[in-house]
């Protein structure tokens, strides 16, 4: 046994594991092999020639050959609402669109005087059902945005459950503030008043609480123009917070170059985004967040330019979307097999998505999303032999353990 295990041995010691570090881009998986855990993080990465050289720990827990991924990463939610939309699912099946539908004051406008009208405990219950069920498929690290609230009082509302949520559940939540998602209607036909009270009040109060680790917004003719979420974005800057960008999902509003401008973490739907946009995005290094949930529960027939994407080496990333309006799942692994037949990512790039590049779209890829030592222990043992295997599972998701900060945690 070497010295320095001697003086401080390692907490736990998970052997005959198949790694899949997900590290360096690649999801190659190595021979059988350990990871040993100190303080929620990982300590060293090893062979099990090592384990039998006398590597130990005080607790030890046996693989039994399963495949090892980093805990997966929900990096775009908006899980913290009211009420559900079946009723404008309906009304879509029927042939409505999903604009004519906000237009005549339903969508997201629907959700919000639905959330408004919830008090905190219910707000907490419905949000931590979904929570629960992202964690029952492998999720360790979840972004969720407000958005739902649209005044100052209620997307505090809502941050602050989103923070409780992370206090309450063995997983990672890192909040991102939405504000500028629909005009509230209150404040109908002055779009630029509410752009200011954004700005001005809802950021840098959300800001001063502690409650926002990024800005998002939603640009779209239905949303937001480019102009408006450009001062959004400068409030942000003059925060210090990065931002994201709901850019290109129904029509091409050049929000991806908007988001490149300020460095954005990730620009997300990029259904419509054009040669420009993904060289822009390639510049800053922002990555593409691709939403298949939403374009197959939209019905959409424009999938986004993955080819693209690959030419100019854009990360891409995969996630729910988890919305009551265009993407009603708390499913990450199949968001895997949809990015796959749906955009034709390969299963290695659709594992990558929901682990090292959806750590890098929340800007935690020092800490997160990748079997590394130093990395916090967030831990997905599948029943699978291959990678390829949580890609292509429909609807199931073949996970056997759930380790947070390094501890196995009941999976429910
Ligand atoms: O990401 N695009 C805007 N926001 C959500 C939809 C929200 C809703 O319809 O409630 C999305 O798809
Ligand atoms: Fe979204």
């Known amino acids: 046994m070497k010295p320095e295990t001697m003086a401080t041995p390692f907490d736990l010691l998970l052997h005959n594991v198949r790694i899949a570090a997900c590290a ?19 300590a060293r990465v090893g062979t099990m020639d090592e384990v039998a050289a006398g590597t130990t720990a005080r607790a030890e827990r046996d693989g039994g050959g399963a495949l090892l991924t980093p805990g ?10 009211a009420g559900h939309r079946a009723r404008e699912f309906e009304l879509r099946l029927q042939g409505a669109s999903y604009e004519a539908i906000s237009r005549a004051g339903g969508g997201i406008r629907a959700t919000v005087r639905e959330t408004r009208a919830a008090d905190d405990a219910t707000l907490f219950a419905q949000s931590a059902c979904r929570l629960q069920s992202l ?3 492998g999720v360790t690290t979840v972004e969720i945005k407000s958005g739902y609230g649209l005044s100052l009082d209620a997307e505090l509302k809502c941050l602050k459950v989103a923070r409780e949520l992370g206090r309450r559940f063995a997983v990672d939540v890192r909040t991102t503030l939405l504000a500028a998602h629909a005009l509230p209607p209150e404040y109908d036909g002055r779009p630029d008043d509410y752009i200011a009270e954004i700005a001005q009040r809802i950021l840098p109060e959300a800001v001063r609480l502690g409650l926002a680790d990024a800005v998002d917004a939603f640009c779209e003719t239905i949303g937001f123009t480019p102009a ?30 908007l988001a490149a401008e300020f460095d954005a973490l990730s620009a997300d739907h990029l259904e419509h985004v ?3 946009g993904v060289a822009a995005l390639a510049r800053a290094g922002t990555v593409a967040v691709l939403l298949p949930g ?3 529960f939209l019905r959409d ?14 990360p891409m990333a995969i996630a729910t979307d988890c919305n009551p309006g265009t993407s009603p799942t708390t499913h990450l692994p199949l968001m895997l097999n949809m990015a796959c037949t749906l955009f034709r990512l390969t299963p290695a790039e659709a594992l990558l998505g929901a682990t090292c590049h959806a750590a890098q779209a929340l800007g935690l890829q ?5 079997i590394e030592v130093g990395k916090q222990a967030d831990l997905c043992l599948w029943d699978a032999e291959a990678p390829a295997e949580l890609a292509y599972a429909v609807g199931a998701s073949p996970l056997r353990a759930r380790l947070h900060h390094g501890v196995e945690q009941p999976l429910q």
């Open 24 to 42: 360096d881009d690649t999801c190659a998986v190595s021979a059988p092999g350990f990871v040993a855990i100190r303080e929620g993080r990982i």
């Open 72 to 81: 997966l990463i929900d990096c775009h939610t908006h899980l913290v609402y």
């Open 135 to 137: 964690m029952r498929h």
């Open 228 to 257: 408006q979420v450009r001062r959004v974005f400068e409030a942000a800057r003059a925060h210090g917070l990065p931002v994201k960008l709901h850019a290109e999902q129904l029509s091409n509003q050049h929000g991806a170059a």
């Open 274 to 276: 054009d040669e420009a």
């Open 294 to 296: 939403a374009y197959y």
């Open 301 to 314: 027939t424009t999938p986004p330019p993955i080819e693209l994407f690959r030419r100019h080496r854009v």
């Open 366 to 370: 020092a800490s997160h999303g990748s």
